[in-house]
């Protein structure tokens, strides 16, 4: 029964889908059962009247996009679910998507590196979209700041991006696997910016840097204000840089860079640093997905079941985020990011 029941669902996300980008009815039916029968043929019949009953008529009408993949489309579906899976950790523990995204889409998915980094930044555009528009709704981006930081991770994720589509493919694997180990390492050595003390890491040269230099006030959406010295400008233009250029190559690192270094070395609260970079990323991410887009041919077959799943992804992981340790939660997901690097690394040296 139960097996039923799960494959009938699996039937009609699909057919859903499928219909949504104007696959025909018989198609989408058709796809359905293929990808139920493992479950029990009965659940196809659910699924298909189901989708009779719902007026299929007029969505026969809907042409299917010149030269989509439709089969290719319909053989993804289970993208879909994994991509709610991932985007609701990614936000509910603040980790970047693309952490998950782009190691998935080459080692289950079997996409190039390239087409897989490209994939996974564009699938992270939508899916930060929803927390990206909860922090400005909450006022708690530095605005004066995050000017700053974009004028380093813009042009370096450019870079970065056509990078990724430039060097040869067993270069861009290594370097996609050392990313991932250090990134991993970095998400379990230091503490989580939640727990990081404005100013703590600053040291006598950065102390006597940001001195003088007037005051930044940041005001919520609900009342709270935030007032701290403002931060020389360098030292996070360059961290910006450098995040930048490796997330447009390996499509993560510049949440990861940035965030905990804007709270120890620059002062800004927690809170305000977090909205900060995710804002930074949300704008710095859009130019790199678009240049991985006009330097080979998206993965449509692929991102169309992704995007949909982060969106829905999205909202239950803002909701879930306030439940999660990220104490616990961080350093646990960068074991698991330094295994998958190591996965990625050997697969490219011992196969």
Known sequence: MRRGVLGGAV???????ALAVGVPVET??????AATAPFGPESVGIGAGSFRAGGTAALQSIPVPAGFPVD???AHWWVFPASILFSTVALGSGVSGALFFS???ILVVGLPPAQAIGAGLLTEVFGMGNGLLNYVRQG???????????LGAVPAIVVGAFAAHAVPTTLLTLAFGVGLLALGAFLVVHDAPEDCVPGESEGPFLEEKNAGRGETTVEAADGETFSYDTCWRPPGIGLATVGGFITGLISAGLPEITTTQLIVRCRLPP??????????LGVAALAGAAVH???ATPVWYVVAW?????LIGGTVGTRVGKYVPSDIMEPALGVVFGVVGVIVLGSELLV
Not at 140 to 150: E, F, G, R
């Open 11 to 17: 039937g009609v996300i699909g057919g859903i889908a």
């Open 28 to 33: 989408a039916l058709a796809a359905g059962s």
């Open 72 to 74: 290719r489309f319909l």
């Open 103 to 105: 190691p998935f889409f």
């Open 140 to 150: 708690v981006v530095d605005y004066a700041t995050a000017k700053w930081l974009l």
């Open 271 to 280: 809170r305000v640093a977090i909205a900060t970079s995710v804002f930074v």
């Open 293 to 295: 887009a006009l330097a």
């Open 306 to 310: 992704s995007i949909p799943g982060v």
